[in-house]
């Protein structure tokens, strides 16, 4: 995904691994917008997150300044919009053009479900792909700086996941403004801190380049 370059590409680019070719999968590179349509007729404001089920990439886009904070679907055709609304941040749980994310930036696809994070929004929330229906997986939100560990939505994920892995059992969660790994196990939602500094209080983990 292409959120900008130098001409503002705002693309989905493909990569031929055999030969190094690159092409233009979806979106048209240096037209920025919102526009559903065919693949190289529709327009992306800030692409991040990508993820794929085996027929379909998923999007999400982040706040561009202009626009943004929604859940996108690329068929083999066609771009449409699975959740949210152009251009309208908020936080609510429902389906389509109903629900609303704050700036959704990682995003994973676990042979079920998609995992958005949100840094706006500090949470995970949960995609259903076939029908768009958006719930909260793990989070309660941005009130404070905190570093909580816990089940789902009494856990604290500052400033949400930057990008999110699977082994199947457990999803990492790259956390943005905590400098941490955090480790959710999916049955549960349990949320612990993987590596990383612990014990933050109210302030945000310092951030730097220790291994250990």
């Known amino acids: 995904?292409?959120?900008?370059?130098?001409?503002?590409?705002?693309?989905?680019r493909k990569l031929d691994m055999v030969n190094s070719q690159v092409s233009t999968f979806a979106g048209?590179?240096?037209?920025?917008?919102?526009?559903?349509?065919?693949?190289?007729?529709?327009?992306?404001?800030?692409?991040?997150?990508?993820?794929?089920?085996?027929?379909?990439?998923y999007?999400?886009?982040?706040?561009?300044?202009?626009?943004g904070y929604t859940v996108r679907k690329i068929s083999s055709t066609n771009v449409t919009t699975l959740a949210g609304v152009d251009n309208v941040s908020g936080y609510i749980d429902a389906t389509g053009s109903t629900a609303r994310f704050n700036n959704p930036i990682g995003m994973f696809f676990d042979g079920t479900s998609l995992y958005v994070g949100e840094v706006g929004n500090?949470?995970?929330?949960?995609?259903?792909?076939?029908?768009?229906?958006?719930?909260?997986?793990?989070?309660?939100?941005?009130?404070?700086?905190?570093?909580t560990d816990g089940?789902?939505?009494?856990?604290?994920?500052?400033?949400?996941?930057?990008?999110?892995?699977?082994?199947?059992?457990?999803?990492?969660?790259?956390?943005m403004s905590n400098n941490r790994i955090r480790k959710i196990?999916?049955?549960?939602?349990?949320?612990?801190?993987?590596?990383?500094?612990s014990n933050c209080g109210t302030s945000a983990c310092a951030s730097g380049s220790a291994d250990g």
């Not at 995904?1 to 989905?12: F, L, P, V, Y």
């Not at 089940?151 to 956390?175: C, F, P, Q, R």
């Open 122 to 147: 500090c949470r995970i929330r949960k995609v259903d792909p076939s029908t768009g229906t958006v719930t909260t997986y793990a989070g309660k939100g941005c009130p404070a700086l905190t570093d």
């Open 185 to 197: 196990e999916i049955s549960t939602g349990n949320v612990t801190t993987l590596a990383g500094p």
């Open 59 to 67: 999007v999400n886009e982040f706040f561009s300044g202009t626009g």
């Open 28 to 57: 048209i590179p240096g037209s920025c917008g919102y526009l559903d349509s065919s693949l190289t007729a529709s327009q992306f404001r800030a692409p991040h997150g990508i993820a794929y089920d085996g027929t379909n990439f």
């Open 1 to 12: 995904t292409e959120g900008q370059n130098s001409t503002g590409a705002c693309a989905i």
């Open 151 to 175: 089940v789902g939505t009494a856990a604290m994920l500052n400033g949400g996941a930057g990008s999110l892995d699977s082994d199947g059992k457990y999803l990492y969660v790259a956390e």
